[in-house]
């Protein structure tokens, strides 16, 4: 049976990796207690007890504003740790999915971002990110490195959660208008991973298209609009809130100084994947639907 070895199982991609990698063989799912990406004693001693053939990491450190003042852990666990993940696959012959970020682009390109355009992270979560990519992609390593934004989920925390929570606390909620993307769902992550899994488990490693791939819903909104979706959203299934869409306010980026500049363009250009691997994806507003009927479970 394929052993596959999932890193960082209590996050929002994590968790449900869990569910969507369980058909395709033995899972061991670690949260940080288990499995510590930032030490390397423990990260080979869990590699090498269980021996995976496929290794998941969707762990990471994403606190990005806080990254600006902890520049060595965020190195250790979004560089340095993938860069030993790969070297263990490729002494092992095993397949890495790592997942990345839009973080690696500045933000000033017009239009979608392809895999192929020039990178230049603004911030030390960009800049951690993009060094586990090249370490990963100098391996020599089988991998596939995944790159999305704006994830979101009903397990973990994340903007959707934080709008409905302030939209029940506040009467008054501004929102920066002028930042572009796509909401992604953990679940279409973790979906897209497996079709990507089956077809590696039943396609000769020879001629399986690896690499680097961009993995976002389609369309694309501005953290205004998704705001304005969500708390629509919450008030046609009953939730008791404080403000309507109506009552949100939108700013300039310059109106929300944060310590960790953000890409103002973060679309992702997702043909390359698609037509690659013959999906579809589906639009943003499907996944917060999905998120929606999770929460009201």
Request: proline share 5%; charged share 20%; net charge negative.
């Amino acid at each position: 049976m394929t052993r596959i070895l999932i890193t960082g199982a209590n996050g929002q991609v994590g968790f449900e990796l869990q569910r969507a990698l369980a058909p395709l063989g033995e899972i061991l799912a670690c949260d940080r207690q288990q499995l510590d990406l930032a030490d390397s004693a423990n990260l080979e001693a869990v590699l090498d007890r269980f021996q995976p053939d496929i290794i998941v990491n969707p762990a990471a450190y994403t606190a990005v504003d806080r990254a600006e003042s902890e520049q060595d852990v965020a190195m250790a666990i979004n560089a340095q740790a993938p860069a030993r993940l790969a070297d263990w696959a490729t002494r092992h012959n095993a397949l890495l999915v790592h997942y990345s970020t839009d973080y690696v682009f500045d933000g000033q390109k017009d239009s979608a971002y392809v895999e192929d355009d020039a990178t230049n992270p603004q911030s030390v979560y960009g800049r951690s990110k993009w060094e586990g990519e090249q370490a990963i992609r100098a391996s020599g390593c089988r991998y596939l490195i995944l790159r999305t934004s704006w994830v979101v989920g009903a397990h973990g925390n994340n903007f959707l959660k934080t709008i409905l929570r302030l939209a029940r606390e506040r009467t008054s909620l501004s929102v920066v208008a002028d930042q572009f993307g796509a909401p992604t769902s953990a679940a279409l992550i973790a979906d897209v991973t497996s079709q990507l899994l089956g077809r590696y488990l039943h396609q000769p490693a020879e001629v399986f298209p690896f690499g680097t791939y961009h993995l976002t819903a389609s369309g694309s909104t501005s953290w205004y609009d998704y705001a304005r979706h969500v708390i629509g959203l919450a008030e046609q299934v009953g939730f008791e809130l404080a403000l309507h869409p109506d009552t949100v306010q939108p700013i300039p980026t310059s109106g929300y100084p944060l310590p960790a500049p953000r890409p103002a363009n973060s679309r992702l250009d997702c043909t390359k994947l698609t037509q690659t691997f013959g999906l579809a994806l589906p639009n943003w507003r499907q996944g917060i639907d999905y998120v929606f009927a999770q929460l009201n479970d």
